[in-house]
């Protein structure tokens, strides 16, 4: 059975050659007046190596013709490990009985229910909590106050450089 080889070839050290400095050039002119005449005098041979010509064995099987033995040999097998998690289908319809639910759950115990564990808990994003209900006020003012504290705390830079990704952003919508 032929063995696969990997579809990435890889120069080690032990080919690679040094780039030898060139020499001066040699003129039989004045090296000031004739600077722009410059023949060189290379020595003869490759600085660089061409890349290497592709492995028989990595062929494409569109290229190689119908009676080639090789056709089908390079397709990987590749062995994946078992999936962390199972996705999960988001329903993208809720009935009336669960938007009120919803709505209950999220101004009695805002704390408790946040948007991301009722859209855990009806199995939709958390988006869509946001358009069916809307938060306590008192929580939402609590919010806010945390959010003011955050931005006191930070300094002129990084306040520059917020203010400047509001401007872009607007510029952004505005087609700037």
């Known amino acids: ?26 003129s ?7 600077a722009s005449n ?10 660089h190596h061409p890349a290497p010509s592709a ?15 090789r056709k089908g040999l390079n397709v990987k097998k ?3 490990g078992p999936t962390v998690s199972q996705p999960r289908e988001k329903k993208l319809n809720l009935t009336p009985e669960e938007v009120s639910q919803i709505q209950k759950l999220r101004l009695e115990q805002p704390e408790l229910w946040t948007r991301s564990k009722l859209a855990a808990e009806f199995n939709v994003s958390p988006f869509t909590i946001s358009l069916v209900s809307n ?7 609590e919010m806010q106050q ?6 006191e705390s930070w300094g002129r830079q990084r306040y520059l450089a917020r203010l400047d990704r509001k401007k872009r952003a607007v510029n952004w919508y505005r087609d700037e």
């Open 1 to 26: 059975m032929l063995r696969l080889i990997p579809q990435t070839f890889t120069r080690h050290h032990s080919t690679n050659t040094t780039v030898k400095p060139l020499k001066r050039v040699p």
């Open 135 to 141: 938060p306590n006020k008192q929580r939402s003012e």
């Open 28 to 34: 039989l002119f004045n090296k000031i007046n004739s």
């Open 38 to 47: 410059v023949k060189p005098n290379y020595q003869p041979g490759l600085y």
């Open 146 to 151: 945390r959010l003011q504290t955050i931005k």
């Open 55 to 69: 492995s028989i064995i990595s062929t494409p099987d569109v290229f190689l013709p119908q009676n080639d033995q």
């Open 78 to 80: 590749e062995v994946l």
